[in-house]
């Protein structure tokens, strides 16, 4: 039989009514000749529920037991689910991440799969039963405990299962019905896009459109995976949502597909630093230490063999960045005047495929921004995006002119 992935959002069994809605849809599935494998998060706000109660137990929480505690909102919907499905005549039966086994690395709360052995499933399957459903965010390390994937894991969960079992398809259910070409929230113009390309889905997924794990698209995108966000919400057919495909399965491809942003950025500047080989390593390398995730990166012309590195990252990161600079100064690796930190700025992005064979496409965005009196801060490039820094009171406008600009509104 076909291998269809199915999985289903915190807000798609955020309650018993919930739970029944999306049970439904996968008897279709089992009634349309599919084994289907269901991953399940756990109900909306139940873990971030669970990461409190850690929290306020222990401030500096052993992640083994932060592990067991906040894998156990999937327990309970995978459990959930597979008596939903048995009321309804499907055979079904649930796993946990260790039951597979799904086996992980041990950074806790952050792991990486690295096996799903099929045969415990399989055999399951030949023995007829239709459904396995599966906790998602959950694994097992090599010392026999229990992992999680990292916030929004189950993402990852459910392409490494539609991977593992070469499923015909990978389907996202969740509250939203597709990929839009920038959050309708800010745009009301914005449309759902009908296919959208891994790496464009890629860039937009670490640009902080949260449809999607981006670990989860990397997985795809290595696996080939065909994977398709759409709404537990709505009645659903084959072309429904949106399809993150290969860009070789996308026929009329736009030069721009979306507009992303992600608002709470910080500019940070080391003034005058000593312009000499290894000045970048020992800047970034410190900073990655540290834990922070520095994005954007300019270093200005030098004057007389000094000069001013620029960097952005998550304004609340700024405070650690500080600190790991201020460390090296004091160790005297490096040398700078001051530290400037801007925290009112926002990240402001194109992204298409399409940019590598259209020329224009940086003009039209700095003409669009230019037209609303928007001052551009920071530019960095590559190959499929253009990203901006700019005030953070523009951000909204400037998502506006940008999406405009490109004709997006026809998108597609
Ligand atoms: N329940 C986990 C979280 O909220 C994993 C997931 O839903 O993807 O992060
Ligand atoms: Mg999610």
Redesign the pocket.
Known sequence: MPVLVMKF??TSVADLARVRNAAEKVKREVERGYDVIVVV??MSG???ELVGWVEQTSPLFDAREYDAV?SS??NVTAGLMALTLQEMDVPARSWQGWQVPLKTSSAHSAARIEAIPRANIDQKFAEGMKVAVVA??QGISSEGRIT????????T?AVAFAAAFDAVRCDIYTDVDGVYTTDPRIEDKARKLDRIAFEEMLELASLGAKVL?TRSVELAMRYKVKLRVLSSFEDTDENSGTLVCDEEDIVEQNVVSGVAYSRDEAKMTLISVADRPGIAAAIFGPLAKAGVNVDMIVQNISEEGRTDMTFSCPVNQVARAREAMNKTKDAGEVNFRELVADTDVAKVSVVGIGMRSHAGVASTMFDALAAEGINIRVITTSEIKISVLIDRKYMELAVQALHDAFGLENAA
């Open positions: 959002g915190g998060s756990a139940k873990t971030n906040v909102g999937e998602g965010f999680t994937l990292g916030r929004g894991g189950s993402d969960t794990q």
